[in-house]
């Protein structure tokens, strides 16, 4: 109880819930992991974090931070911890439009982001499914992908500078809002992505882009993965390298987004095995204005792409977007994708990466190992293909947890073969633990020990997570 009470000290009575006030944190959003904190602590500054910090670490308190708890590896898992949520910090400091910035704080909801600087004719180019939840600083820990990488890289490449409290309390400064800076090893990097195990992410600087004036969106059927990959390298070389997301689609998420999303429609008349949702961007006024037809110039540059593609038979059906509303229709078929491919019976949910040549012999060589193991499962892919980003679900037979294992080390074997990685955009947290600890390099673990025993001597922030147990 006196530690409840130090807490209370800290950030006063009403921003440190127990009992059953804590039941919104505790789960994570797939529901696969539930369990009690001690307490969900919810400071508003970076000072209260640090105190927050000093008073776990002197009482050796896990502490576990959580953001909008979107993550789909388990991450924020709490049990016997304190949760430290960074909700209350809030706040879009600075958009900076001359230097292309902006200052933000951990807790910062991304769709909230994208509508601030949009009205500086700015975007933030990271986009996903949980945009309407997903924080800032869960963001940046678990180093987010999306749809929009394929364009503008994943969040590290987006994130200029951070603000850390370490374990012990200690406030790391290493905001900069530079392009170059050579001094030392790089610590943003280290801690972007490393999913709350070294400390704290209360604040960062963030790079902005200019918002395109106009977009040409698209959902396309090619007859394999080879054509798709043709037409992506095809789009990007007619459109100077303006894809801004080439997402992928197999028959199987067709048909289950008819099924499961009320007043659907059907991309094209006939169902296809691989289908395409694209969408290209122009910041060039030209490229933007509206011709005679009602087409902007990047509209007709799209359909004469697709057309010239459909003469060689590496493009079979085409739909462009002609409203906002048939654009937001394409968008929101992929962007359910995690209520699509989520089941409440036996299912695992991969998230693979390999190089873009290798996605077509990945999904040839996953289903014969998968069917090889559990014959009578089925499967379903959607996946960012322009970034090689694969989420490959299974739904086996039957609920066995050896069997699960089986399952995801075939898809680990095929992902290796192919110089792959088991996990591109979700993280490790303690989902995929075992693959870590099969898969990467172990000098790599080594390595990762000694900087997590150097952050973290008494394993205090978010314990049991990315790193396997000994
Ligand atoms: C519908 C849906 C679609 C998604 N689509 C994508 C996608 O396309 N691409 C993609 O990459 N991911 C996707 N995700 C998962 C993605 O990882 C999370 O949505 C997001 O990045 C996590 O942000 P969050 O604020 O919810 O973090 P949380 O879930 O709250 O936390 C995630 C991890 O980060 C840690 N953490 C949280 N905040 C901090 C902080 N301030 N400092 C230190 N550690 C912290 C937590 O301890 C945890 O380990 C999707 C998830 C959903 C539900």
């Known amino acids: 109880m006196n530690i409840i009470n130090e807490f209370r000290n800290i950030v006063g009575k009403q921003n440190v819930l127990t009992g059953t006030d804590t039941n919104k944190y505790s789960s994570d959003w797939t529901g696969k992991y539930t369990f009690s904190p001690i307490a969900v602590i919810r400071p508003s500054t970076t000072e209260e974090v640090s105190e ?3 008073t776990c670490y002197r009482s050796n308190i896990p502490m576990v931070p959580i953001g909008g708890n979107t993550g789909l590896a388990g991450g924020t898992f709490a049990p016997d911890s304190v949760m430290i949520s960074l909700e209350r910090l809030n706040k879009i400091c600075e958009i900076r439009s001359e230097s292309q ?18 009205e500086a004719n700015l975007a933030f ?8 939840s997903a924080m800032l600083g869960g963001i940046l820990s678990t180093n987010a992908g999306g749809s929009n990488v394929v364009r503008y890289g994943n969040t590290r490449s987006l994130c200029m500078g951070i603000e850390v409290v370490l374990p012990d309390g200690r406030i790391m400064n290493l905001m900069s809002e530079l392009h170059k800076d050579n001094t030392g090893y ?30 040409a969106t698209a959902m396309v059927a090619v007859p394999t993965l080879a054509n798709a990959l043709t037409l992506l390298n095809q789009l990007q070389k007619t459109t100077g390298s303006g894809v801004e997301a080439f997402e992928y689609m197999t028959k199987s998420y067709i048909q289950a987004h008819l099924e499961k999303i009320p007043n659907s429609r059907p991309p094209f008349d006939q169902l296809y095995d691989v289908n395409i949702m694209l969408e290209i961007g122009t910041i060039i006024p030209d490229q933007g204005k509206i011709q005679n037809d009602g087409n902007t110039l990047l509209t007709r540059t799209l359909e004469r792409t697709l057309s010239n593609l459909m003469d060689t038979g590496e493009v079979t059906d085409a739909v462009i ?54 014959p009578g499962s089925k499967s379903l892919t959607v996946g960012h293909l322009g970034d090689g980003n694969l989420h490959y679900a299974i739904y086996p037979t039957k609920y066995d947890l050896e069997l699960f294992d089986l399952l995801n080390c075939a898809v680990e074997e095929v992902t290796q073969e192919l110089g792959g990685s088991f996990s591109a955009e979700h993280g490790v947290g303690l989902s ?22 150097a952050l973290d001597p008494k394993n205090l922030m978010n314990p049991g997570k990315v790193l396997p147990d000994i």
């Open 52 to 54: 927050i910090a000093k």
């Open 432 to 453: 995929k633990k075992t693959s870590m600890k099969r898969r990467k390099d172990p000098i790599a673990i080594e390595v990762m020990r000694a900087i997590k025993k």
């Open 186 to 215: 790089d610590l943003k990097n280290l801690i972007i992505g490393a999913e709350g195990t070294l400390g704290f992410i209360t604040k960062a600087v963030v790079k902005l882009k200019p918002k395109p004036i106009a977009y």
């Open 101 to 118: 910035i902006a200052i933000v704080e951990a807790g910062v909801i991304l769709s909230n982001l994208h509508m601030a600087v949009e």
């Open 125 to 132: 180019p990271l986009t996903f499914g949980a945009k309407g």
């Open 321 to 374: 977007a002609k409203s906002d509303f048939q654009r937001t229709e394409m968008w929101e078929r992929r962007e359910a994708s995690a209520e699509i491919t989520i089941t409440d019976g036996p299912m695992i949910l991969t998230d693979i990466a390999v190089p873009l040549d290798k996605i077509s012999s990945f999904m040839d060589k996953v289903e014969i190992e998968i069917k090889k193991v559990d």
